[in-house]
């Protein structure tokens, strides 16, 4: 039979008739390839059914029923063999009647042959692309309503098999498991029961039966027969390789598979040719066989993903029409290597690049720019001609073009063009030309922009659309809505309406995108072809045509069949972020996707450009802050750590757009703070922030404290006057609301901290910005927005955010009503709609992908709304839409966010969106914002007990920080107990921060740490009332009438001697300016368990030689008492306020050295002046007589010079003749604050009167050789006399005149009865009150009086001196033994002050207290009655001294311990000559005192009993009385009977208890008998009836028995579990000490992991379920009765195909050198290591699959002693303490020598080997590296050779500044000091969190 073309659809040389002739010419022209491959033919004959021949197999065409769904334009010119062959095959099958499976790469291949041979068998096709949102309704049937009732519409699988036709099911491996076995029985026995009660029946049993029975009968039973031309073409990926759901095998065993690879080499290089005619066939062939080469079985193993092969004829297309560009470029376009791929997979591609002599890109050209674009006139419509330049030639290409206007080059307001993004858009361009495209670049780099452009230039109007991650194909594509009848129908997204109408599409965030959903997308990209739910088929505009000739249809014909052309200028451009490198989520740039688009890398702009484009659209902002702010930021986007990259991707160009536009508008704001805020760095992990602030310390940009105290000195206040606000310096006019009611109106106390918070917040609100309010939870983000939105008086619309929120919630709620669909406006929506504020609170708690659509609406103000409403920025973009809502110019969103990161485990909401808004931190207020709110919170609470709980919150808030504990306690929580003890003031405060603290009392670590904190500030929880720990009282003797002193009267010439005096101008040296550096004091409460005498102490940072001389306190007010701290080796001066945080410190060294002439212990003396010299002292050296003027407030030095001979220094005695006694100068400053002082020396005869303010000096010359000087009064003072112990009393006018040289008066005392002479110790300078004499002498009196007090009485009172010139009386109170005779014996071995051979100490150490009438005066314990104090079998504690205080209103005495100072100096003997004890004692105000011991121990104490028994009831009523009454609960009853006139009632007799009855006296609750708790009776009686009840405490406490037998049963069990584990006791307790000392640290870091792990097993909705909740975007399958509407939390399966969770890795690299375990006894740094390496061990316990570690350590031995093995784990005690054994053991006996960079670096190269989620390396060292010649910057280098690997380094103990200089050089935030080595665990701790928090 002779062979005819035949021609189709009439017409001569349709086109049909084309693609015949073409494949016959395939067959005959077939030459060689024809011939290897068995001479395939293709015949087509012409008879009644025409048939097509495929080499040996024919197939029988039938006219098709509608032509229409036939695949059109398939069939291409030239057919490839291996083609030919597969369409062969499916022949073969199709004649079997069986069903195929093409399976292959990802790629259109096996779909175009598919669809070409179902064009050549002119079959109809029914298509669905599956996704992991399809289910078996879309398969089988849909349920739709019409006119209010439900019917049941066919789905592509029943209408192929009804209708014979072929069904295609395209990505298998997509579709979630078991829902494709619903077709298991079609495939096998072409049967399937339907929803709706119909029978599908094969068609050869349907005939059978159909000869049996009617065709009636058979409708009848609903049986319909299956066609036997139906067949199903599958299409699939082969599942181990590429990522999905394996074939079920039930499915998989019913389909014949064929293996349709790329095209063979040959035949791909023949259609490449035909393709790029202009390009040298050598650079084609280069660039398959690299491509080719990508695709190897080889390259797969690299892991690295296929070559997208399909899309190298679009590469060729552009090099045709570029021939002189680069191929190499191209290439990157195809396959974006660098943004994929690790290390080593780029040196591959770039190996193979090499190989195939790719590498052009020097020689050839980029495109530069778009030099025009100009519209193709004539029957082109919707093309553009675009002109580019490329090197300097210009190249001419066709394009499509949108349907609007082109807006030629408008400069744009909002685009400023560089020269990268003028190349970006020609390269973009150039791919426009053959295909969709898609932009990769970070966030903020301008992807949107560029875009936007881009489609400006061509005159697209843009379709924005937002993916997010649970984005659905429905969502994509189509939506179910009702009609206004009820009836239900299908509207298209904005996507298929773009595709309709010649738009360009952004997909924005493809990357969150599911792939598995992203598939329905395949067929519209690839071919334009698309299949809506509802039956819509959507055609290329070639192939429509070509329909609408074949079938000579009109368009509303072919829209009567629901067909409609896709326009031909429709394009799709995705914009995503680059996926992470070597992260074990999915890596969304897979093979399947590379094969959709050609990818364009929108890099971030070089500074210049940055510079330019800021400059161009803020023309005002500040030039020299843009350098420095893009300095930093460039820099930290150079460099590969890690750290520094997160954080440069928080300053986007975005972002820094906004700090400008802020400058400009505020340039003198700080931009150290601008870009903290846009970091947040206040919520940083603890490296981030360390590493940006080095990089803003780098580039300058610095702060200093005095901008803080600018800024916290501005005035922050709000205040509204002529409807303008004002908050601080910041205005703004108030808004007129309509809608009142929604205007938040708030009890806000106003604070300088919130204040500065909403100035901040107003200066970005005038910008434009959108708010995000960053926090801990209770800081008050709520209440600041609040009372913002209240002073702007704008309404606010609130959301809520939470776990659940969807997409849906979000916008629009649905609900049903009268079976209508109806939706309700979100919140969001009404906001956008009227203009409101819409406040977003607990933003991070609900999904990111949720919340990622507020970007679009920020963004690019467009947004889709579910229900087909759209919301847009302006006016110009409604044109004559419908459904549009034009987003309100006054439309502003304020985001409320916790903390991203630990304990609050939300989602990185900051993270993700961030950069669109303006950021603030909110903190808790600082201390006085704080303090002045509680106070208006609780105005009648004690200030004291305010103040206690700001600061030991304000502690809490750091410990927090630090990541000691995990709760941030907050303003919130301070505000409750406030509240609480307002309105119940008589509760102890203990009580009420209980309900705070309460949380964590059963996490002993925890509560440890919270008690300790509290009761540092003295908060006294968990004490008990009766804990009063006062010292015992022993009773004073009865005071003796000793005599009188008499005064020898003038009248008496000889007696009366004149002393004159000279007066002299001081010379002054100086002033020299020293160094005043301050210290944190930690102050500690003393009455937080118990109630002592002590009130508080803190430490000096002394040095451990360092003695203390001198102690001296400013007489001033109560708070502003400042101590003054003198010490003398090396001399310094240290002074603090008593109650200020921070003490100063002054080295004097330089002064005094150590041997200054003669002077080997230098002893100075402190004085303190007045007003108007307030701060200044006067130091003075007792040896050498040196007196210095200090200034503390600056640091300014001056030195006086008293007298011209006190120049010439005492002569030098040499040291063998140191007979002599030394006689020392003194300064006596009794009335130093009114600003003078007296001098003199020893055995001296003179006195030299100081005045500082007047400048000169008086010196006095004396009959008399001087012993001491008392001032007793300011012109009268008592001399005593050297040797004799002579009493003298000389009176002088209070002022010295200056002008006249005035003469003094001498008197000389005399005593009766003599022998009373005493040496005086000490002298009050002024006297006792009348009351208090009274007490103290037993009979009422007033009189001038004095108190002395010396060795031999507890105290002296002299009545009638010095003012009186009668007889004085003299009263004492003798010691039982005096002190002084104590001194010889050294019998007591406590004391060693009892060796000092002669002379007596210094310092006096005795106060006398006026206002308690009380001597107060430090006894070495050797002087006190230990045995009176402490019972018989108590020892006493070890004290630095005894405080002794003789009380002498009460006659008692008490001795005091002061405890002992922690270090001793080891100069015993020179401490003994400063003090009897070791500590010192100076008098603080009124009634307080000061100890210092000589360790630097600073304790303040109150002894007078007035103020203790004050205290001791303000510490009671903090606590709160339990005062042991029953608590009764009383209910008062309205009993309706009248009250009687009150009477007291009847006594019963018996007086048994009467309750009511208004009868008897002494009931309870009667209406008026007396009784109690009645209603109105005359007064309460209780006739005795007592509950008997056991004391509180007593209930509070366990029965001893049971408490042993708790512990018993505790050591049983931990001696068994020894036994187990065969450990001794001896070594349980070695390891204990290692294991005790980081319980803590262990506790907290597990409890992170746990959090981790917690965080990482949320659960995730699951669709389509028959039970659960409703799910809103299934509500109309619901109402058409469809069952699977419901969605579930459940445990998600991991994605098909994502890789395995992998461990994280973890390597601790220990120094075990000899170095460690020499100095372990200088700063233990080998019991650190060994208790960081016993912390890592208990750390991890348990969570090995999460953390796999091991342990090695480095010595002069080698770099890699294995102690841990990852997969030997130590999992007891015993083993762990093995390896610490081992750990010592090699320190002790290993060579010298140093391995650590040896050992750093094979670390880091080896745990890279292995497979893991992350690498850790922690290497623990001692900084000596350099003794061992290793530069830093070597081990810097090694520090970041492997950027996967995240090392640290930690330097333990350093001799002198070595680990300094090396932080100095390392990376930052990768290298710590580890001075005290307690902070190793603290700082393996940061390590982890901050980097595990990061990829959690």
Known sequence: MPSRVLCLGGGAGGPAARRVRLLLRQVVGGGAAAARYGRSEVRALHSSGDTVTIGDVSFKLKTPKNPELVPQNYMTESLAQSVVHHLRWIMQKDLLGQDVFLIGPPGPLRRSIAMQYLELTKREVEYIALSRDTTETDLKQRREIRDGSAFYLDQCAVRAATEGRILVLEGLEKAERNVLPVLNNLLENREMQLEDGRFLMSADRYDKLLQEHTKSELDAWKIVRVSEDFRVIALGLPVPKYSGNPLDPPLRSRFQARDVYHLPFKDHLQLLYSIGSNISTERISQLLSFATTLCSQESSTLGLPDFPLDSLSAAVQILDSFPMMSVQHVIDRLYPYHLFLGKEGRTAVKDMLKRFELQDSEKHLFPRKITRVESVHGNKPFKADVTVQIGEKEVTFQVPAGTGMFKNHSRSDTFIRTSSHNQLLAEMMQSHMVKDMCLIGGKGCGKTVIAKEFADILGYSIEPIMLYQDMTARDLLQQRYTLPNGDTAWRPSPLVTAALEGKLVLLDGIHRINPGTLAVLQRLIHDRELTLYDGTRLLREDRYQNVKEELQLSDEKLQERSIFPIHPSFRIVVLAEPPVIG???????????????????????????????????????????????????????????????????????????????????????????????????????????????????????????????????????????????????????????????????????????????????????????????????????????????????????????????????????????????????????????????????????????????????????????????????????????????????????????????????????????????????????????????????????????????????????????????????????????????????????????????????????????????????????????????????????DHKFMGYWKVDQPGNAQKKMLCPSETQKIEVKGPVYLNIQGFPLERHEARSISFTEELAFWTLPLDEINLVCDVTVTKEEEHKNILYVTTCNPVSLYFMNISGKTGYFVDLYDLFPRTVGSVWQPFVTAAPLGNPLKGQVVLHEEESNVV??????????????????????????????????????????????????????????????????????????????????????????????????????????????????????????????????????????????????????????????????????????????????????????????????????PSDPLYYGAQRKTGTAKQTNCVTLLASNQIVRILAPGDVPLKDIYPKDVTPPPAAGYLEVTDLNSKKIKYIPIPGSKSLSPYTSWLSTISDADALLAPLGKVGLVTVDMGGGVRLWETGLDSLQQSLQDWRNMIGQEDGRPVQITIQRESGLDVSSPKHGKVDPANMPHVGGNMWAGGTGGRDTAGLGGKGGPYRLDAGHRVYQVSQAEKDAVPEEVKRAAREMAEKAFKQRLKEIQMSEYDASTYERFSGAVRRQVQSLRIILDNLQAKGKERQWLRHQAVGELDDAKIIDGLTGEKAIYKRRGELEPQPGSPQQKPKRLRLVVDVSGSMYRFNGVDGRLERSMEAVCMVMEAFENYEHKFKYDIVGHSGDGFNIALVGSDKVPKNNKQRLEILKTMHAHAQFCMSGDHTLEGTEHAIREIAKEEADEYFVIILSDANLERYGIPPARFAQVLTTNTQVNAFAIFIGSLGDQADRLQRTLPAGRSFIAMDTKEIPQILQQIFTSTLLSSA
């Open 583 to 1037: 992260s074990t989520t999915q890596q969304w740039l897979g093979p399947e996707f590379l094969t959709l688009f050609l990818f364009h890398n929108v890099r971030s702009l070089s500074k210049s450009e940055e510079i330019e484009v800021i400059k161009q659209m803020i023309p005002n902002v500040p030039s020299a802050a843009v350098e420095k702010l893009l300095s930093v930021t460039h820099k930290l986007r150079e460099t590969n750590d890690a750290t520094a990259q997160s954080l440069a991707s928080f300053l986007s160009t975005r972002q820094l757009l906004r700090i400008c536009r802020r400058l400009s508008q505020h340039p003198d704001e700080s931009l150290y703070d601008a870009v903290n805020k846009a970091c947040l760095s206040r919520f940083l992990p603890n490296l981030a922030k360390s590493a940006l602030h080095k990089n803003l310390q780098d580039s300058g940009i610095e702060t200093s404290p005095d901008d803080t105290e600018k800024l916290e000195g501005k005035d922050y206040t709000c205040e509204i006057s002529n409807g303008i606000l004002k908050i601080g310096s910041v205005t703004m006019p108030i808004y007129n609301s309509a809608e009142k009611m929604k205007v938040p109106d708030v009890l806000f106390y106003e604070n300088a901290q919130h204040m500065m918070v909403m100035e901040d917040m107003l200066k970005d609100f005038l910008l434009g910005e959108h708010l995000l309010l960053v926090g801990n939870q209770g800081v008050g983000k709520n209440k600041v927005v609040d009372r913002f939105l209240h002073l702007l008086n704008r309404p606010r619309e609130y959301l809520q955010l939470h776990r659940d929120t969807t997409v849906q919630s979000l916008t629009l709620q649905p609900s049903v009503k009268d079976g209508l669909i109806i939706y309700e406006d979100s919140p969001l929506v009404k906001a956008v709609r009227f203009g409101h504020i819409l406040v977003i609170d607990e933003a991070d708690k609900a999904p990111t992908n949720v919340t990622c659509i507020l970007k679009t609406l920020v963004e690019s103000g467009e947004m889709v709304l579910s229900d087909g409403r759209r919301i847009v920025a302006n006016h110009a973009h409604v044109e004559g839409r419908e459904n549009v809502i034009v987003i309100h110019p006054d439309f502003r969103m304020i985001v409320l966010a916790n903390r991203p990161g630990f304990p609050f485990l939300g989602n990185d909401f900051f993270g993700t969106l961030g950069d669109i808004f303006s950021c603030h931190a909110v903190d808790n207020p600082k201390p006085q914002s704080e303090l002045a709110m509680l106070k208006q919170y609780g105005p009648d609470v004690p200030e004291a007990i305010l103040q206690k709980l700001v600061a030991a919150f304000g502690e809490l808030r750091s410990l927090a920080d630090q990541g000691t504990i995990n709760y941030p306690y907050s303003t919130r929580e301070v505000v409750n107990i406030v509240k609480h003890l307002q309105k119940f003031p008589s509760e102890g405060l203990a009580n009420v921060v209980r309900n705070v603290f309460d949380f964590d009392s059963y996490n002993n670590e925890v509560r440890e740490i919270l008690y300790k904190t509290l009761h540092k500030y003295g908060i006294p929880i968990g004490a008990k009332p009766t804990n009063v720990q006062l010292a015992k009282e022993l009773p004073l003797p």
């Open 1188 to 1385: 210095l003027l200090l200034d503390t407030s600056n640091g300014a030095l001056r030195r006086l010079l008293l007298s011209p001979d006190a120049q010439n220094s005492p002569k030098r005695t040499s040291w063998w003749n140191n007979k002599e006694v030394k006689s020392n100068y003194k300064m006596c400053r009794e009335f130093s604050h009114k600003n003078w002082l007296v001098f003199y020396k020893e055995t001296g005869n003179h006195l030299i009167v100081l005045d500082v303010l007047e400048g000169q000096t008086h010196t006095i010359s004396l009959p008399i050789s001087l012993k001491s000087v008392f001032l007793v009064a300011e012109d009268r003072w008592l001399l005593v006399e050297n040797e004799t112990n002579k009493k003298f009393l000389l009176t002088k006018h209070a002022h010295m005149e200056a002008q006249g040289s005035e003469v003094c008066q001498l008197h000389a005392l005399s005593e009766e009865p003599a022998d009373m002479g005493f040496g005086l110790t000490t002298v009050s300078t002024d006297q006792l009150s009348s009351e208090n004499l009274s007490a103290a002498v037993g009979q009422k009196i007033s009189s001038p009086n004095r108190i002395f007090s010396d060795e031999h009485n507890y105290a002296t009172v002299v009545i009638g001196f010095p003012d009186l010139l009668s007889p004085s009386e003299v009263y004492s109170w003798k010691r039982n033994s005096s002190l002084s005779h104590k001194r010889a014996s």
